[in-house]
């Protein structure tokens, strides 16, 4: 394994992927997830899932459930967290409010923290004075006497506590963006415990971090931004610090920050759309890498046996929708005809074509399904290229019929009459005969056969769509499936 991925001898490989219940998985946090999932598996590592929750304003209800499924979807699992039994933990981070002040104390023991007294409305005048003037937000504190401070605050005023920022530069190493980091001065002292004793994210990810021994911390570029306070609290409480991989963001076509502006951005949104999980997987490590013999389409084993970290663009990516629902088309035509029919089913039950339960209702189906898999990018799209095998002529323009043309549609509806076109040779067999019968050929005699029996002008080949047709027919499918020769009567009739 590249040194970039994995650690030396000796180092078993810990990660995390630590998403916040907030709203639904979206699919930069999903590339997020992804990336230490193969990095994990590919090193022999673990990972652990973790519920950033403590922001409890923000918490959506069900959200968290939510994202599990989206990952286990997408083919992630994990090692410890949530759902596995027998994790050590931490899973969630509200659990660990009692650790987190521990660690708290310890910062405001060594003096590397401290309280602060101060008035919300100043805070708010000096952060719009920062903004206004470009410059980042440090608050100064006041200078008390630590011991005043804890009295204070035993008696019950307020205070938020703040970490005392080094004076000398910060710097560490990333790994796509080698060293970086803060000169000196340009952190200032952030608040690591509010008034009401709840962590901050800053203290909170640290704490949890080091105490689930994570190895290597890989998320999104923007929390890039953050990384030197936490490097200088490691360095405080005299911790190892992980190394750190911050990823390039998803950007929309128009190269902004991905966003519901530029259509589904949700795990969630493409699963109801009908992308597979495994194309969803397979296209999001792609952005930014590329596997080394350039063959495009992988399953999970092939992801995990090529993905090298170090191999990762460190510039931006743009989302290609187009890109991702040719992979889905790919992955869809790798699936079994009883793995089609089962992904699709929950589709076709939406558009009021439930797939059936009996052996040969499903048999037909699954050829069915393998004829039109080809034509469709989506699940989702199934449905509309299957309606052929449904369409009813009654209702629908016909084109117009006569001489040897409606000849040619007699001499088919009595060959579909007499099971002639029931298999794929049969048909071929009548159609050369009833062309040498009315010297009709290619498209003068197919394309109006297709349009009365379909009512489309293009679609599947009629060679197997006819005899799906015809077995359709003498089964008890629902909706009911119209035989070829009704349906040529009908236009024959309305001479």
């Known amino acids: 394994m590249a040194p970039a991925q994995c650690g030396g001898t000796g180092v078993t490989e810990r990660l995390r992927f630590a998403p916040s219940p907030t709203g639904k998985l979206h699919l930069g946090n999903a590339r997020t997830a992804l990336v230490n999932w193969l990095v994990a598996r590919g090193c022999g590592g673990s990972l652990n899932l973790r519920v950033e929750d403590t922001d409890e304003n923000r918490n959506v209800e069900g959200a968290e459930q939510r994202i599990f499924e989206d990952l286990r979807w997408l083919g992630i699992d994990w090692d410890e967290g949530p759902d596995v039994g027998g994790g050590r933990g931490p899973y969630r981070q509200s659990d660990r409010r009692l650790r987190h002040q521990e660690v708290v104390a310890e910062l ?6 401290y309280y602060c007294f101060e008035d919300v409305g100043d805070v708010r005048v ?18 008390i006497d630590p011991q005043d401070a804890r009295a204070r605050v035993a008696a019950g005023e ?26 000196a001065g340009q952190i200032g002292d952030f608040v690591i415990a509010r008034a009401d004793r709840s962590p901050t994210y800053q203290l909170a990810v640290v704490a949890d971090d080091h105490d689930m021994a994570v190895t290597h911390v ?12 936490q490097v200088a609290l490691y360095s405080a409480l005299g911790w190892e610090v992980p190394r750190f991989t911050h990823l390039p963001l998803v950007l929309g076509e128009d190269r902004s920050r991905l966003s519901k502006r530029h259509g589904a951005t949700s795990v969630a949104a493409m699963r109801e759309r009908g992308v597979l999980g495994e194309a969803l997987a397979n296209y999001l490590v792609l952005l930014g890498w590329a ?27 743009v989302f290609d929708q187009d890109k991702l629902e040719w992979l889905s088309q790919q ?9 089609l029919c089962t992904r699709a089913a ?10 059936g339960a009996g052996p040969d209702e499903l048999a037909w189906w699954q050829e069915a399904l393998q004829l039109f898999a080809p034509a469709a990018h989506r699940l989702e799209e199934l449905p509309a290229h299957a309606a ?7 209702d629908s323009p016909r084109p117009a019929i006569d001489g040897d043309l409606a000849g040619a549609m007699g001499r088919f509806a009595a060959a579909a009459a007499a099971g002639e076109l029931d298999t794929e040779d049969g048909f071929r067999n009548a159609a050369r005969a009833i062309g040498k019968a009315t010297g009709l050929r290619g498209r003068g005699l197919f394309h109006p056969l297709r349009e009365l029996i379909t009512g489309q002008d293009m679609g599947a080949e009629l060679a197997r769509l006819i005899p799906l047709i015809q077995a359709g027919s003498r089964l008890a499918v629902r909706p009911a499936v119209l035989s070829v020769e009704a349906r040529l009567a009908v236009a024959l009739a309305a001479r």
């Open 218 to 229: 890989i998320r999104g570029q923007d929390h890039l931004s953050n990384t030197p306070g």
């Open 388 to 394: 052929p095998l449904f369409w009813e002529p009654a």
């Open 158 to 183: 307020p205070a938020v506590v703040r970490f005392r920022a080094p004076s000398d530069p910060v710097r560490f190493l990333d790994g796509l963006r080698g060293e970086t980091g803060v000169a």
């Open 126 to 143: 000096a952060r719009t004075a920062a903004s206004e003037t470009g410059q980042p937000f440090e608050w100064p504190g006041r200078a």
């Open 291 to 317: 596997p080394p013999d350039d063959d495009e389409v992988l399953d999970a084993s092939a992801m995990i046996g090529a993905f090298d970290l170090a191999g990762l663009s460190p510039t931006n990516v």
């Open 331 to 339: 992955h869809m035509q790798r699936l079994s005809p009883d793995a």
């Open 346 to 355: 929950p589709f076709f039950e939406e558009a009021g074509t439930p797939l």
């Open 108 to 113: 405001l023991a060594s003096g590397a923290g």
